[in-house]
């Protein structure tokens, strides 16, 4: 988002991941950082903060129902960590996910 913020909350507390990176025109792989959010609080994003879309951790398929708001413009930057550093991502999680 790089003219507005954005604020999500989920309305059913489901706990759930979010892959942040400041935002520039050349986001690295190394920049990511993943925050785990237990589902009792929302978050809100600030302008010139790339994310990825929330990662709901759930079990048996449980639907994960968000409110969101975010500035009446939406831009933002895109990135391909497969195509454009031949590389996936992967971060060991602190927690243990099959105990939630």
Do not use: M
Request: net charge negative.
């Amino acid at each position: 988002h790089l003219c507005g913020g954005q604020v999500i909350k989920n309305r059913d507390k489901t706990p759930f991941l979010l892959l942040l990176s400041k935002a520039d025109d050349f986001i690295k792989p190394e920049d990511c950082i993943l925050f785990h959010f237990d589902g009792t609080c929302g978050f809100q994003i600030y302008p010139n903060i790339w994310h990825q879309p929330l990662y709901p951790i759930v079990k048996d398929n449980v639907e994960c129902i968000t409110d969101n708001a975010q500035c009446s413009v939406h831009s933002c930057v895109s990135c391909d960590f497969v195509n454009e550093f031949n590389t996936l991502l992967q971060i060991k999680l602190p927690i243990n996910l099959s105990k939630l």
